[in-house]
């Protein structure tokens, strides 16, 4: 009998604390609020070990499971971690890079979402073609192989960059100051010059395998704008139609010498007057300090409704070769399928551009394609582009595949 009760206390003793437990739960529950707005219970600070241990096990009525650690809960004016709080997690997308598309980066600004601090990202393009200027001889490669690290604070923001598979492996380095309402910016490095709306949008956005003929031979051919080291000042005005105006200093290009030109100038501006439409206009000046040799002007309109996209752009100016005039539109209809992030993207594209003066030119260019993207991660592109591009002597069909896939 002494042997029987002596072996018995311990399991009375030890059963006692846990009604006690319970009860002084359920008269002094601590509340932890919830994104839901939903309220948690869980043991006070007050409670000794093994009361804190009894009612993390046991939650009062309505009370989902508490993920995380007790010291985690413990205190009420404490944070309280995404592992506490039940039902999943929100991913955050993000933006794409402000050196990428600086536009688009801006989205996340007027919404108010919170940046990582340190972030990495990447993307892969590769690419066969078979043009019909090579008698169809199909080539395969990577076309694009970007890597790079953007660090976000609440007033400076800083982006490197590199693509692994192009001549210039460099593609961004700068930072980016701000005050708190992002209203006035400042950039210095290497970024992308605020000219010609195709050229500052994203080409992971972008519907097309490239940038198309006027981009090319303005940008790549003629050196009018591009990524360019440089300095640039930049105001934004949400309330103002959000009102959007940059403009810079930047590296000259290089000489029939290759000696390096005087610095060039660039300017953007953009308004949004309607949530559908974006209009803007731009400008490229070379060698602004020792007397402008070569300069062009564009405009463009973005319309943007139910899926439906439609851009178009102007340019004009004055080219080594003499005046110059260009017209690009595009349209591209992105229709989601199924709920898995899936979705279709038909395109159609047209370019012109005229040569006048002492050489008379012309070229032109049509591009059809059709898309599959895959929750903003992957996609594939089939694309076909008959072009007369400076150069050529009759037009020529280009067919190509692009595979594309990027982490951020």
Sequence with gaps: MLVAVL???????????????????AEQPLEVDQEDGAVASTASPSD???????????????????????????????????????????????????????????????KGKPQQRIRVFGRVFAQGTADERAKYQRELGIESAR??????????????????????????AFVRLANDAKQLRLYAGRFKSPFLQRSLESAWSLPLQGRGLVEDYLTDTNQL???????????????????????????????????????DGAARLSVRPFKFLTVGASTYLTQVIDGTQQYATAADAEVTLWGLSLTGEVAR?????????SQSVLAYWTVPVGHDGWAVQPMVGAEALQLQGGI???????????????????????????????????????????????FR
């Design 7 to 25: 072996l018995g206390l311990p399991a009375v003793a030890g059963a006692e604390p846990v009604e006690d437990a319970a009860t002084d739960e």
């Design 48 to 110: 000794d070990a093994l009361d804190g241990a009894v009612a993390q096990a046991m939650p009062g009525p309505g009370q989902g499971p508490v993920r995380g650690s007790p010291e985690q809960v413990d205190d009420p004016s404490a944070p309280v971690p995404d592992a506490a709080v039940p039902g999943p997690k929100k991913k955050n997308k993000g933006a794409d890079t402000l050196g990428e598309a600086p536009d688009e980066a801006d989205k996340a600004d007027d």
């Design 147 to 172: 890597v790079g690290v953007a660090a976000s604070l609440s007033n400076l923001e800083a982006e490197v960059s590199a693509d692994l598979a192009s001549k210039t492996i460099l593609k961004d």
């Design 225 to 263: 704008g591009g990524r360019r080291l440089g300095l640039m000042g930049e105001v934004r005005l949400k309330e103002a139609w959000g009102l959007k105006l940059s403009a810079g200093l930047f590296e000259g290009g290089e000489g029939p010498g290759g000696e390096r030109l005087s610095e």
């Design 317 to 325: 100016g004055q080219l080594p070769l003499g005046p110059f005039m």
């Design 360 to 406: 008379q030119a012309r070229g032109h260019a049509l591009t059809g394609g059709f898309n599959v993207l895959l929750a903003d991660s992957f996609k594939a592109q089939v694309q076909a582009e008959r072009a007369l591009r400076p150069g050529d002597l009759e037009p020529a069909l280009e067919l190509s595949l692009q595979l594309a896939t990027r």
